[in-house]
């Protein structure tokens, strides 16, 4: 199993760029950011662009992956993010991994002057902008209308460096999601139950991951695609499991999901005085021993 972190995009970059390279001293396989223009409970507080920050990210390490968690349609257009992904997967040399979705309901929804699109509008924006993204990353020349999204003669050259193209982690939950990642993805991304923490205790949050790598199963079954090919991603903190309280915590937590078929765990580097606060000491050493633990 690896063992993956996210950094909020909230630093100045003069200390941002320390964390970043401590994210890669410490092992960890690759180090996302939240692609949002705000979040949450940190809408008032200092948050940059994700793209930028993996672009500073990359040249200032040089063995991590780095990558979005996750992208998405809500004030993306397919065209515009295939240029930057394109680019940042140059700068790093190869390194970029997209996590992409639907997107949610929050500020991002509406900064744009928008309504806030139903789950079933989402759903249907992300069946043409995924496609589209694919096809724009691993064509020179595009050309596409569709009914939310179209690319005319849209040039992307000289390509990915990786071949044919970034690898997308799919985060999904729905039949529809999981449908896209079985077809599009390189990886499969869950938070949990789409329900949120309050409603899944602790002993069956296990449970909804089984039923959920259960349906990403069948998806592949029926595109005649190998299950194993497709990286699973756990991302914690979205349940009321408390794995980062220490090392043995950890690795009691995702020893369980590792049994159950995740591949990769990624954990919040710690924001004191946030949802995401967390004992530093705690975090590094669960940086530098889990993974020995799990058998990586």
């Not at 003069?14 to 401590?22: A, K, P, T």
């Not at 999601?177 to 899944?200: F, H």
């Amino acid at each position: 199993m690896r063992l993956s972190t996210v950094i909020m995009p909230i630093y100045r970059w003069s200390e941002g760029r320390e964390i970043w390279r401590r994210a890669e001293d410490l092992g960890f396989h690759t180090a996302y950011t939240y692609d949002h223009l705000s979040w949450r409970s940190m809408r008032d507080a200092p948050w940059y662009g994700a793209v930028p920050t993996l672009a500073a990210a990359a040249c200032a390490t040089e063995r991590i992956r780095l990558g979005t968690l996750v992208t998405s349609p809500n004030f993306r257009h397919p065209v515009t993010l295939a240029k930057e992904l394109l680019t940042v997967d140059d700068v790093s040399d190869g390194r970029l991994t997209v996590g992409i979705g639907v997107g949610g309901s929050g500020f991002d929804a509406t900064a744009l002057g928008q309504e806030a699109w139903t789950p079933k509008e989402r759903a249907d924006r992300f069946d043409e902008f995924l496609p589209l993204l694919d096809k724009l990353l691993t064509q020179d020349a595009t050309t596409e209308r569709g009914e939310y999204y179209s690319a005319v003669e849209a040039r992307n050259i000289p390509g990915c460096v990786q071949q044919p193209r970034v690898p997308f982690y799919v985060a999904a939950t729905g039949p529809r999601g999981i449908r896209l990642a079985a077809e599009y993805g390189q990886g499969w991304i869950t938070y949990g139950s789409p329900r949120g923490q309050d409603n899944t205790p602790v002993d069956q949050a296990p449970d909804v991951i089984a039923a959920q790598l259960a349906k990403l199963r069948t998806a592949c079954e029926a595109r005649g695609r190998d299950f194993a090919s497709i990286d699973k991603v756990l991302m914690e903190g979205s349940t009321v499991e408390k794995p980062l309280e220490s090392l043995d915590a950890f690795v009691d937590w995702a020893g369980t999901y590792q049994r159950l078929g995740i591949t990769e765990i990624v954990i919040h580097w710690p924001v004191p005085g946030s949802v995401f606060e967390a004992d530093l000491a705690v975090f590094e050493k669960i940086a530098a021993e889990g993974p020995a633990q799990l058998g990586h």
